[in-house]
């Protein structure tokens, strides 16, 4: 059961047919799952670039663990290293320009991690292809 009073981690990450997202919390026995969460991508989301499937993803995954995280600061932890710039660009993309608003309301830090330590999320959005 996740602890109110704790803050969340949330990883995400896209192939390129499915996303995953895994909502984390560290209880005192490190980083454990509280919810999964994956998803196949429709044949137009198979043909974005990778940033777009990303960030879509990001989108999804917060907005699919949002009666935890919404008025609370969590973390967002992402393989993706073009992700970290998520809040402060200007999309001149409107796709991009329209995910980057719906994130808005929402108060997280982005961190990027490798790609090995974001395997439960990797899993997922791999799982959804086969």
């Given at each position: 059961m996740p602890d109110l009073a704790l803050p969340y981690v949330v990883r995400t990450d896209a192939s390129d047919r499915g996303m995953g997202a895994v909502l984390l919390q560290d209880q005192g026995k490190?980083?454990?799952p509280v919810a999964y969460a994956s998803k196949k991508l429709?044949?137009?989301?198979?043909n974005y670039a990778t940033v777009e499937k990303e960030c879509l993803?990001?989108?999804?995954?917060i907005q699919k663990f949002e009666r935890y995280l919404y008025g609370r600061h969590f973390v967002?932890?992402?393989?993706?290293?073009?992700?970290?710039?998520?809040?402060?660009?200007k999309p001149t993309n409107a796709r991009l320009m329209r995910w980057a608003l719906q994130l808005q309301p929402y108060d997280f830090?982005?961190?990027v991690i490798p790609g090995k330590d974001n395997?439960?999320?990797d899993y997922l959005s791999r799982?959804?292809?086969a």
């Open positions: 490190g980083l454990q429709n044949s137009a989301e198979q993803a990001t989108v999804w995954g967002l932890e992402t393989d993706h290293q073009p992700l970290q710039y998520l809040q402060r660009m830090t982005i961190k395997v439960g999320a799982m959804t292809t």
